[in-house]
């Protein structure tokens, strides 16, 4: 599905996530922390190599298995009957596949259809600081990790070099993928090598030089920025700010906010036991290399109506953001109702208040219980939300849209509950439709006035359970008339 969409993945496709500040003062630092989280984004790699990650588990009765007692267990236990107290104490394991694209990984796009490509034995990062590229080696010969220190000698040290401008070549990954393709076969003739280090290194990080102090700036630098300083067909970007904001930019089509989530929390909370002191003076010499693209008059070209059509786009994205504290999860759930169906009916009253008609609504449903799944549908506008958001619109009584939020909360929990169990429509309906294509024919149906209108996403949602490593998430509408609704509940 992602492969082949041939939109520009910037905006489209692309979303982040914005990483909790660290409140210490020395880690304030713009350097410092990028050097602290690229250290643990290692150590994270590290364990997820030697198969010691901690497994990926849905609890659903916490109290009993999300404890030391049942860790242990499970991890004495042969894996032949390890299962064996997960299925009696309801305890899940999830699908942890897509982390295998989470490092060394990289999207090539291809005329048609794209290609993920990864390299599992890179020992370099790709540093991007004012649109220039350098690299440098994180892991020695003998396979350990370089210090902290050495890291953080690098990174002062790259962001003393003062290299003349370049063009924004970068702003290439933000075009058409079509588009994209054959420009980036042009641009590996002369090259090749540089490409080969970006698309190869364990992870990208971003030394930005802006500082965004509100909502809607932090919103636009993380999920497009300039241009210049981002290189969108990397699997993941970690970003740092000039006043040390963290935020993770990731490419779509290798995994899911889930998996990008569990990466950020566990670097988040390994990096708040670091006790790196930086040095007065980067002592180390300078081991990093600066990439340097070669560039012909048509490919200049090309950079430039790149950056004009990344400036067209970027503008034409709003952002808003609301944070209501007058109640919680909690208080929702005490009066027998569901939390997310909840903030659901807040979105479709909303929509419907605003605009008078009942949107094509996508709620993602994470399938990670199964066997390499990726998501599922929540159809959240239902006949029931449509109900609830005339009466409240009509200004009908408390005692009637109480009624009305229950019907709504109940069918929102029978629709989720479905697509958790494999019991959705919208995957398999969109599997039929491409099976149909490489056939050479499409069913009626799928030209059908009605399924084009479910196609049409018009209101796009997503939620991930809330972490202490989470400020917010975001990313932009699916269509050109759409929203994208980025929302979250705490206790």
């Not at 005692?399 to 229950?406: A, P, V």
């Not at 796009?460 to 979250?488: H, N, Q």
């Amino acid at each position: 599905m992602y492969l082949r969409d041939r939109r520009s993945i910037m905006l489209n496709s692309n979303p982040f996530l914005l990483v909790q500040d660290d409140s210490r003062p020395r880690y304030q630092d713009q350097l410092v922390r990028a050097a602290v989280l690229l250290r643990s984004s290692l150590r994270f790699r590290n364990s997820l190599r030697a198969n010691l990650l901690e497994p990926d588990v849905f609890h659903t009765q916490p109290q009993n298995s999300a404890t030391p007692f049942f860790q242990k267990l499970v991890r004495q236990l042969p894996s032949s009957l390890s299962w064996y107290p997960a299925f009696f104490l309801n305890a899940y394991p999830l699908d942890m596949s897509q982390y295998q694209n989470l490092f060394g990984s990289t999207r090539i796009p291809q005329l048609g259809r794209d290609r993920l490509e990864a390299d599992d034995n890179s020992k370099h990062v790709v540093i991007l600081k004012g649109g220039h590229f350098y690299s440098f080696d994180v892991i020695d010969n003998d396979g350990t990790l370089v210090s902290t220190t050495e890291m953080y000698n690098q990174l002062k040290l790259i962001s003393l070099d003062n290299p003349p401008s370049v063009p924004p070549v970068s702003v290439l990954t933000s075009a058409e993928r079509d588009t994209w393709a054959v420009l980036r076969s042009r641009l590996e003739a002369e090259n090749g090598e540089t490409l080969k280090l970006i698309d190869s290194a364990i992870m990208l990080v971003c030394l930005d030089d802006d500082s965004p102090d509100t909502f809607g700036s932090a919103v636009h630098s993380f999920l497009h920025g300039n241009g210049r300083n981002r290189w969108f067909d990397k699997s993941f970007q970690l970003i740092v700010d000039k006043r040390a904001q963290v935020a993770v930019h990731f490419e779509h089509a290798w995994g899911d906010g889930i998996s990008i989530l569990r990466y950020v929390s566990d670097i988040y909370q390994d990096s708040l036991t670091s006790t790196f002191e930086p040095p007065q003076s980067p002592a180390a010499p300078a081991r990093f290399r600066r990439l340097d693209f070669k560039l012909d008059s048509e490919l200049l070209g090309a950079v430039e109506n790149a950056k004009a059509e990344f400036d067209e786009r970027a503008a034409q994205l709003n952002s808003h953001h609301i944070e209501y504290d007058k109640f919680g999860k909690q208080f929702v759930k005490s009066k027998k109702l569901n939390a997310d169906a909840v903030l659901q009916l807040a979105i479709q009253a909303a929509f419907y208040a605003q605009y008078g008609y009942v949107p094509s609504t996508y709620e993602s449903c994470s399938m990670a219980p199964y066997r390499h799944g990726r998501t599922e549908t929540v159809r959240s506008a239902t006949a029931e939300t449509t109900d609830f958001a005339k009466a409240l619109r009509a200004g009908e009584d408390k005692s009637r849209l109480g009624e009305l939020m229950k019907r709504a909360s109940s069918k929102h929990g029978t629709l989720t509950g479905e697509a958790q169990r494999g019991r959705g429509f919208d995957r398999h309906l969109f599997a039929l439709k491409h099976l149909a294509e490489e056939k050479g024919s499409t069913p009626d149906f799928f030209q059908h006035s009605s399924y084009q209108k479910m196609s049409h996403i018009v209101v796009s949602t997503s939620t991930l359970p809330p972490t202490e490593a989470l400020r917010f998430g975001g990313f932009a509408p699916v269509t050109p008339d759409g929203l994208g609704v980025g929302y979250g509940g705490n206790d």
